[in-house]
Structure formats: C-alpha cells, structure tokens
C-alpha cells in the first residue's frame, strides 16, 4: 500500500464527510495527505502517484478526462470515483471505466461502510467495479477484435494485457507501468496490437467500444 491518499472534492464538508469515513481505518489515515479543491490543487504534486478519491458530487468536472489528466501529471495513480445515484448507473460506470477509472462507490446509504473497502482493494491492486461493468468492458473487447483483427492474426497474452489498458486510456508510459516492463517494450507491444487490428492510431482504439 505505498499510495498515499488524496480526496479531490470542491466542497470542503463532502471532503470532511469522506476522510471522516476513510478513518475507521487507521492505516488508511496515515496515509491520507491534505484534500484537493480543485483539479490545480491536485496537480501541484507532479510525479506524486496516489490514489484520488474523486467527488463526483462536487467536482464540476468531467471525470474521466480529468483522471487523465492527473495520471499523466503522476503515472502509476489510481482513481476511485464517488458518484451520486443518479450518475450510478452501468453506462456512466463503464464510461469511467474506459478512463482508467479503478473503482466506484455509489452515495446511497451505505457508501460510509463501502468506501474504506474499497479504498483498501484498490490500495491491494484490485478493482472495485461491479460485475456488470466488467462484463460491458470485456464485451466491447470482444466486439472490437472480432471486428478488427486481420484474418490470420492473434494477439499475445502480453498483447492481450496491453490492449486491455489502451481501452482504458492508458499512455505508453502509463502501461509499462502497470505492466512492470520499459517504455520502449510497451511502445513495441502498442504498435504491434494496432498492427494487428490494421488500426492506424490508438485513438481509434478509443472510440470504437461505444459504438453498437
């Protein structure tokens, strides 16, 4: 658990409420550092990887691009969205997904109970998304390689991994270091699945899961 913590959160009770609910967890106070009010706020830490819990009910911010944002100021950053009910559901999720977000918890009643779980499996490398959401995900893949990959190609279990987070946004820097391998093998990895897809850019990696 090497992460520290840091709550982003544009209102300062919603901030108080949310560490206040971290701190049934005495590891997970020592970790916490001051929270953000603002997505400058967040960047003043470059090269600083934690885990931002994001107030989706405060931030008037896209989340999926600013966990972008954030994660190419400090690579190796992970991202727990807090999202009110009304935003909950499996489309908004798998969006955020796609973003690199890591994990959600919804506002409903028991979100207090939930959040330092969740905090905890995402600090242990895990996810905290539900089932549904994978699977969403894991369709979108299938669906873009039975459309894309040229006849008579296959990908990797490497390239397998490394497409896996290009759908979730994730820069050549980002996922060597995810993967624990050099920038110049992910880059390689990255132009080989593209290849094999007879995709020109990554971008177009990007798009194609949101269409039918």
Known sequence: MAL???VVSSHHLGAFDIEKALSVQEALVKLLLPHA???AEALKRPNCPR?????GCSLNLALG???GRLRASSP???FLALLPPDRGGESE???LFHWGIDGFVTLHRKWKTELPKATMAL???RLWVPSEVLLAFVKQMKTLLDRQLLAGQSLTAREGQVLQLLFRHLTNKEIAYQLNIGERTAKFHVSNVLRKLGIENRRDILVSPLVD
């Open 4 to 6: 520290a913590l840091q």
């Open 37 to 39: 009010t603002s997505e």
């Open 51 to 55: 885990l931002f819990l994001l107030d």
């Open 65 to 67: 691009p600013l966990s």
């Open 76 to 78: 190796g950053s992970k």
């Open 93 to 95: 999720m798998t969006l």
């Open 123 to 125: 600090l242990r490398g």
